[in-house]
């Protein structure tokens, strides 16, 4: 039976793509699966796939896939899952890597403790910079409610911390329907996924295993690109408001959820990284998101933030406009992906 599954998408990172699998190959065990998805790369990322797959193959499962067309890191990611075979099941994105023996390491941990899923910290590297980040949870090693991790409101828990190839899934969370990705999401598509876990799993824990290197600042990377699909976050936290107004509990959770979306809109709304044009749709769409939101719970957020953020959020609150859904769709985004001007 295969252990481990490791998902990898790759799209266009040729200059990166080499350590990344020369990291899987230091990670190699006969029961472990590497799921090598191309998300339609047109530049020599294929080949350097083919040559890895050769290498590979020796150590490890190997499986490739290549997309008719880009789909984003969501769809990647969501075809690496539905054919996923192992027990446990980890991800890693093409320009990052690994230390060797990770993995082995990694799935000790999850056995050890048994819980549905892990949670590791790891390094941010940015030229010869490297940043310790840290799963924002304070007990260390000891298994958990998922829940009790979404609170308080105000501070920085694990739901912000959103990285999926920072930790370790069992697979009863696949077959619970848990694990996939929002389809077409191009940016914080790992939002809705880890509010999900955290409000559906039934048990975790925040180690501090170190192993994924995780690479900022590359050029080709939605983080450093300021097109429509940098707009995707509004869809991505419509629908973590949209699942957490359903829960039980809704009343309890959603002043996280909603300071959280009003904290990424500012931070959007002062980025300087956008078009003029997409500028002015990020302004259209924040004000309808907004007016979305359950407004005692708005108020209540925008009381608990800086005065400099409130007041901005205020002003776009009160700008003329209809509360109604607006979202960027897949087409728009596949067109910006592809070089597009989208207006």
């Known amino acids: 039976m295969v252990k481990l599954s490791v998902i990898v998408p790759f799209f266009n990172v040729q200059s990166y793509a080499p350590e990344t699998l020369r990291s899987l190959r230091a990670n190699s065990r006969s029961d472990f699966e590497f799921i090598l998805v191309d998300d339609t790369s047109t530049d020599e990322t294929p080949e350097i796939l083919d040559r890895a797959e050769r290498d590979l193959g020796g150590v490890a499962d190997v499986v490739r896939v290549r997309h008719a067309r880009n789909g984003g890191l969501a769809t990647a990611r969501n075809t690496g899952l539905d054919r996923a075979n192992g027990e446990y099941i980890t991800f890693l994105d093409g320009d990052d890597w690994l230390a060797p023996g990770y993995y082995e390491e990694l799935v000790d941990c999850v056995e050890r403790l048994g819980c549905d899923f892990v949670r590791t910290d790891h390094v941010q590297c940015s030229g ?45 969370l696949l077959d619970r329907g848990l694990l996939h990705f929002t389809d077409g999401l191009r940016t914080a598509e790992d939002r809705p996924w880890i509010w999900r876990l955290h409000r559906e799993a039934r048990s975790f824990a925040a180690v501090g295993l170190l192993g994924v290197f995780y690479r900022r600042g590359v050029a080709s990377s939605l983080t450093q690109i300021g097109d429509v699909r940098q707009l995707h976050f509004i869809n991505a936290f419509d629908q973590v408001i949209e699942e957490t107004a359903r829960d039980p509990d809704a009343e309890t959770l959603l002043p996280k959820a909603v300071r959280t979306y009003c904290a990424i809109i500012s931070h959007h709304l002062t980025s300087g990284r956008f078009e003029p044009q997409v500028a002015r749709r990020l302004r259209a769409m924040s004000t309808a998101a907004l007016k979305r939101m359950p407004p005692d719970v708005l108020s209540e957020a925008l009381d608990s933030m800086d005065s400099e953020r409130a007041s901005r959020l205020r002003r776009l609150r009160r700008r003329p406009g209809q509360g109604t859904r607006t979202t960027v769709g897949q087409d728009e985004a596949h067109e910006a992906a592809h070089g597009t001007v989208v207006a």
């Open 128 to 172: 010869r910079s490297r940043t310790l980040a840290r799963v924002p949870h304070g007990r260390r090693g000891v298994v958990t409610d998922p829940r009790d991790a979404i609170l308080p409101a105000g501070r920085t828990t694990s739901v912000d911390y959103a990285y999926a190839w920072a930790g370790i899934y069992h697979r009863r």
